[in-house]
Protein backbone atom coordinates (compact mmCIF):
# COMPACT_ATOMS: atom_id res chain seq x y z
CA UNK A 1 0.00 0.00 0.00
CA UNK A 2 2.72 2.37 1.01
CA UNK A 3 4.28 1.94 -2.58
CA UNK A 4 1.13 2.37 -4.01
CA UNK A 5 0.27 5.51 -2.67
CA UNK A 6 4.33 6.33 -3.40
CA UNK A 7 3.46 6.10 -6.76
CA UNK A 8 0.29 7.93 -7.11
CA UNK A 9 1.55 11.46 -5.50
CA UNK A 10 4.59 10.89 -7.88
CA UNK A 11 2.32 10.78 -10.63
CA UNK A 12 0.15 14.09 -9.55
CA UNK A 13 3.12 16.33 -9.54
CA UNK A 14 4.06 14.94 -12.79
CA UNK A 15 0.88 15.91 -14.66
CA UNK A 16 1.12 19.39 -12.27
CA UNK A 17 4.04 21.01 -14.13
CA UNK A 18 5.45 18.89 -16.91
CA UNK A 19 6.20 21.85 -18.89
CA UNK A 20 8.47 24.45 -16.30
CA UNK A 21 9.68 26.27 -19.66
CA UNK A 22 6.64 27.37 -20.51
CA UNK A 23 6.42 29.14 -17.02
CA UNK A 24 5.34 32.91 -17.65
CA UNK A 25 7.40 33.51 -14.12
CA UNK A 26 10.86 34.59 -14.73
CA UNK A 27 12.10 34.13 -10.66
CA UNK A 28 11.65 38.20 -10.48
CA UNK A 29 8.04 38.45 -10.32
CA UNK A 30 6.21 40.27 -7.56
CA UNK A 31 4.25 37.55 -5.96
CA UNK A 32 0.28 38.68 -5.42
CA UNK A 33 -0.22 40.59 -2.11
CA UNK A 34 -3.24 38.14 0.58
CA UNK A 35 -5.85 40.31 1.47
CA UNK A 36 -5.88 42.32 4.18
CA UNK A 37 -6.79 40.06 7.38
CA UNK A 38 -10.48 40.20 9.23
CA UNK A 39 -12.56 40.64 6.50
CA UNK A 40 -14.76 37.42 4.71
CA UNK A 41 -13.37 34.62 2.88
CA UNK A 42 -13.46 34.99 -0.74
CA UNK A 43 -15.98 32.50 -3.11
CA UNK A 44 -16.14 31.44 -5.69
CA UNK A 45 -17.86 29.59 -8.50
CA UNK A 46 -16.36 27.02 -11.00
CA UNK A 47 -18.56 26.11 -13.83
CA UNK A 48 -17.84 23.08 -15.49
CA UNK A 49 -19.25 21.01 -18.26
CA UNK A 50 -21.29 19.32 -15.63
CA UNK A 51 -22.72 21.70 -13.28
CA UNK A 52 -21.47 24.37 -11.00
CA UNK A 53 -19.75 23.94 -7.85
CA UNK A 54 -19.36 26.88 -5.32
CA UNK A 55 -15.92 27.02 -3.33
CA UNK A 56 -15.03 28.88 -0.16
CA UNK A 57 -11.37 30.17 -0.13
CA UNK A 58 -9.09 29.90 3.20
CA UNK A 59 -7.83 33.71 2.68
CA UNK A 60 -7.79 33.72 6.77
CA UNK A 61 -5.67 30.17 7.04
CA UNK A 62 -3.45 29.91 2.98
CA UNK A 63 -3.57 33.80 2.56
CA UNK A 64 -0.53 33.45 -0.10
CA UNK A 65 -2.31 30.01 -1.73
CA UNK A 66 -5.57 31.93 -2.13
CA UNK A 67 -3.61 35.49 -3.46
CA UNK A 68 -2.21 33.17 -6.27
CA UNK A 69 -5.05 31.27 -7.35
CA UNK A 70 -7.07 34.77 -7.10
CA UNK A 71 -4.65 36.08 -9.53
CA UNK A 72 -5.25 33.44 -11.92
CA UNK A 73 -9.31 33.63 -10.83
CA UNK A 74 -8.57 36.98 -12.25
CA UNK A 75 -7.05 36.53 -15.13
CA UNK A 76 -9.35 34.48 -16.31
CA UNK A 77 -6.66 31.59 -16.73
CA UNK A 78 -9.07 29.02 -15.50
CA UNK A 79 -11.17 29.90 -18.66
CA UNK A 80 -11.42 26.95 -20.96
CA UNK A 81 -9.34 24.43 -19.45
CA UNK A 82 -10.05 20.87 -18.29
CA UNK A 83 -9.99 18.62 -15.48
CA UNK A 84 -7.16 16.27 -16.85
CA UNK A 85 -6.86 13.77 -14.14
CA UNK A 86 -9.32 11.85 -12.31
CA UNK A 87 -9.27 9.13 -9.75
CA UNK A 88 -12.76 7.76 -8.48
CA UNK A 89 -11.31 7.22 -4.71
CA UNK A 90 -8.95 10.18 -4.72
CA UNK A 91 -9.44 13.39 -6.62
CA UNK A 92 -10.14 15.82 -9.80
CA UNK A 93 -7.52 17.55 -10.78
CA UNK A 94 -7.16 20.92 -13.45
CA UNK A 95 -6.66 24.04 -13.97
CA UNK A 96 -3.95 23.70 -15.98
CA UNK A 97 -4.11 22.26 -20.21
CA UNK A 98 -6.41 22.58 -22.82
CA UNK A 99 -9.08 19.84 -23.74
CA UNK A 100 -7.24 19.22 -26.89
CA UNK A 101 -4.84 17.27 -24.15
CA UNK A 102 -7.18 14.36 -24.18
CA UNK A 103 -6.24 12.95 -27.83
CA UNK A 104 -2.20 13.83 -26.61
CA UNK A 105 0.08 10.74 -28.16
CA UNK A 106 3.28 11.75 -27.05
CA UNK A 107 5.08 14.20 -23.99
CA UNK A 108 5.47 17.05 -26.92
CA UNK A 109 1.91 17.39 -27.54
CA UNK A 110 1.02 17.14 -23.81
CA UNK A 111 3.47 19.83 -23.53
CA UNK A 112 1.80 21.65 -26.32
CA UNK A 113 -1.94 21.93 -24.30
CA UNK A 114 -0.12 23.39 -21.16
CA UNK A 115 -1.16 26.46 -19.98
CA UNK A 116 1.80 28.87 -19.25
CA UNK A 117 1.75 29.90 -15.35
CA UNK A 118 3.38 32.80 -13.07
CA UNK A 119 6.11 31.74 -10.25
CA UNK A 120 5.19 29.39 -7.93
CA UNK A 121 3.89 30.37 -4.86
CA UNK A 122 5.11 28.98 -1.11
CA UNK A 123 3.82 26.09 0.35
CA UNK A 124 1.37 26.90 3.46
CA UNK A 125 0.19 23.22 4.81
CA UNK A 126 2.69 23.32 7.55
CA UNK A 127 0.97 26.22 9.21
CA UNK A 128 -2.31 26.45 7.95
CA UNK A 129 -4.01 23.68 10.27
CA UNK A 130 -6.00 22.23 7.49
CA UNK A 131 -6.86 18.34 6.57
CA UNK A 132 -7.36 17.01 2.87
CA UNK A 133 -10.71 16.42 3.50
CA UNK A 134 -13.19 15.49 1.19
CA UNK A 135 -14.36 18.60 -0.43
CA UNK A 136 -11.60 20.51 0.11
CA UNK A 137 -9.31 22.34 -2.63
CA UNK A 138 -5.57 21.63 -2.43
CA UNK A 139 -2.64 22.90 -4.43
CA UNK A 140 -1.11 20.37 -6.99
CA UNK A 141 2.58 20.53 -7.05
CA UNK A 142 5.93 18.63 -8.04
CA UNK A 143 8.45 16.91 -5.66
CA UNK A 144 9.55 20.45 -4.30
CA UNK A 145 7.23 21.39 -2.00
CA UNK A 146 7.40 24.86 -3.27
CA UNK A 147 6.46 24.45 -6.65
CA UNK A 148 2.50 24.78 -6.95
CA UNK A 149 1.38 27.38 -9.68
CA UNK A 150 -2.75 27.28 -11.44
CA UNK A 151 -3.35 23.40 -11.17
CA UNK A 152 -5.67 22.40 -8.43
CA UNK A 153 -7.44 19.07 -6.98
CA UNK A 154 -10.61 18.68 -4.93
CA UNK A 155 -10.47 15.64 -2.91
CA UNK A 156 -13.41 13.19 -3.10
CA UNK A 157 -11.93 11.12 -0.15
CA UNK A 158 -10.49 11.39 3.07
CA UNK A 159 -7.20 11.88 1.98
CA UNK A 160 -5.73 12.31 5.47
CA UNK A 161 -4.53 8.98 6.15
CA UNK A 162 -7.71 7.85 8.23
CA UNK A 163 -9.12 5.98 5.01
CA UNK A 164 -6.52 5.39 1.75
CA UNK A 165 -4.05 7.68 1.06
CA UNK A 166 -2.30 11.09 3.42
CA UNK A 167 -1.46 14.04 1.77
CA UNK A 168 -1.30 16.00 4.83
CA UNK A 169 2.12 16.78 6.21
CA UNK A 170 3.72 13.82 7.84
CA UNK A 171 7.83 12.65 8.27
CA UNK A 172 9.60 13.15 5.70
CA UNK A 173 6.56 15.39 3.44
CA UNK A 174 5.35 18.78 3.86
CA UNK A 175 2.07 17.72 2.53
CA UNK A 176 -0.38 19.02 0.09
CA UNK A 177 -1.66 22.78 0.59
CA UNK A 178 -5.25 23.26 1.27
CA UNK A 179 -6.77 26.27 0.66
CA UNK A 180 -10.30 25.80 0.56
CA UNK A 181 -13.88 23.82 0.41
CA UNK A 182 -16.90 23.23 -1.53
CA UNK A 183 -19.57 24.65 0.03
CA UNK A 184 -22.25 23.87 -2.86
CA UNK A 185 -22.14 21.41 -6.13
CA UNK A 186 -20.01 18.04 -4.36
CA UNK A 187 -22.81 16.18 -6.62
CA UNK A 188 -21.26 17.75 -9.85
CA UNK A 189 -18.06 17.09 -8.11
CA UNK A 190 -19.02 13.27 -7.34
CA UNK A 191 -20.20 13.14 -11.05
CA UNK A 192 -16.60 14.20 -12.88
CA UNK A 193 -14.91 11.82 -10.54
CA UNK A 194 -17.17 8.67 -11.78
CA UNK A 195 -16.14 9.91 -14.94
CA UNK A 196 -14.33 6.75 -17.69
CA UNK A 197 -10.82 7.53 -17.97
CA UNK A 198 -7.99 6.73 -20.09
CA UNK A 199 -4.00 6.20 -20.35
CA UNK A 200 -2.66 8.45 -23.02
CA UNK A 201 0.83 7.24 -23.48
CA UNK A 202 2.65 5.55 -20.92
CA UNK A 203 3.36 7.24 -17.42
CA UNK A 204 0.21 9.53 -18.42
CA UNK A 205 -3.32 7.56 -17.13
CA UNK A 206 -6.61 8.86 -15.61
CA UNK A 207 -7.15 11.33 -18.03
CA UNK A 208 -11.02 11.19 -18.84
CA UNK A 209 -12.19 10.10 -21.91
CA UNK A 210 -14.87 12.78 -22.48
CA UNK A 211 -13.84 16.65 -22.23
CA UNK A 212 -14.67 17.65 -18.43
CA UNK A 213 -14.34 21.03 -19.07
CA UNK A 214 -13.64 24.01 -16.72
CA UNK A 215 -16.18 26.90 -18.58
CA UNK A 216 -15.03 29.27 -16.13
CA UNK A 217 -13.67 30.09 -12.85
CA UNK A 218 -15.20 33.64 -11.00
CA UNK A 219 -15.37 35.59 -7.26
CA UNK A 220 -19.17 35.73 -6.32
CA UNK A 221 -20.70 36.76 -3.15
CA UNK A 222 -20.74 34.53 -0.18
Not at 114 to 125: I, L, M, R, S, Y
Not at 165 to 186: A, D, R, T, W
Not at 197 to 204: A, D, N, P, S, Y
Amino acid sequence: MKRLLTTLLAILPLLCCSCASEDKGTGKEKPPQPAAPGGPNPVVEIKTSMGTIKVELFADKSPLTVANFLRYVDEKHYDGTIFHRVIKDFMIQGGGFKPALTGATSPAQMKANEKPTHDPVANEALRNGLSNKRGTLAMARTQDPDSATSQFFINVGDNDGSVKYNLNPQPGSVGYCVFGKVIEGMDVVDEVRAVPTKQLFRGVTDVPVKTVLIESIRRVQK
